[in-house]
């Protein structure tokens, strides 16, 4: 009998900490406003609408190949995930209907997971994935939902989006997990401070995939207006700082790169799409 409630009081427990644990992922969802899964973006709780307008990009003191700062122009309103694509997000995507297993498998002949990444749970964000598995993520996504081109932002995007006008003065602490605060892994998505344009962890958690192939020397010869990087290269871009950098790499026009085949621990993805149905 003794052994019967032992058993009983340790299923209660566990069956406790288990909605203790989905309380907190419900609360976080409500606190933000939306929640992380599928339904975030295809009902727009999960994006935020950005406007059309012009930001000095670059830095002075950042490295050689965020020189010259230089003036770009966004020339159409566009819409930006408010968080980077969540684990449960991924999942819904490249699951298959109806039990099938079939491989999934991107245009480099790589398979792709279907529950990527090093750190696992639903709220946080996807990592572990190459800019070739993001490519087969997004092809499957724009054939569920119609309504929208679905793509990466650009690379000037990206870093207007995290500018934000330069005008909302925050923390580190409280818009990042950094390494000083991130215990050496990812967080929840939206546990943090969104900037001035409600779009959360642009800097810190997992740095994301743009769209545009890297060079060295774009910025001296890139066009004003919505410029979408070189034609061609062997690397591609990532944008933002990561769960593992310190406060010096946590500046919005800092570049990051690697093959397009390559699945990072501390790189993942923010989705953009156009803001008028087509």
Known sequence: MAGTEQSFSRRTLLRGVGVLATCRLE?????????????????????????????QMGSTSGNADERPVHRVRISQDFEIGKCEVTQAQWEAVMGEAHG?????????????????????????????VSWADVELFLARLNA?????????????????????????????????????????????????EPNAWGVHDMQ???????????????????PVIDPKGPETGSYRVFRGSCWHNGPEKSRASIRGLDFPVSRLDYVGFRLARAATSR
């Not at 609360?27 to 930001?55: H, K, N, P, V």
Request: with cysteine.
């Open 27 to 55: 609360t976080l969802a409500m606190q933000s406003g939306f929640g992380y899964g599928l339904t975030a973006l295809l009902d727009g709780t999960g994006m935020a609408r950005i406007r059309s307008g012009e930001f």
């Open 204 to 222: 810190g958690n997992v740095a994301e995939w743009v769209s545009d192939w890297y060079s060295p020397d774009y910025y001296q010869n890139s």
């Open 144 to 192: 569920r939902d119609t309504r929208y081109v679905w793509r990466l932002p650009t690379e000037a995007e990206w870093e207007y989006v995290c500018r934000a006008g330069d005008g909302h003065e925050t923390s580190l602490e409280a818009t990042a997990w950094y390494q000083a605060n991130s215990e050496a892994q990812t967080h929840p998505v939206a546990t943090k």
């Open 100 to 128: 099938a297993t079939a491989a999934l498998i991107n245009k480099d002949g790589a398979t792709v997971s279907r529950n990527p990444g090093r750190f696992k749970g639903a709220s946080l964000p996807v990592e572990s």
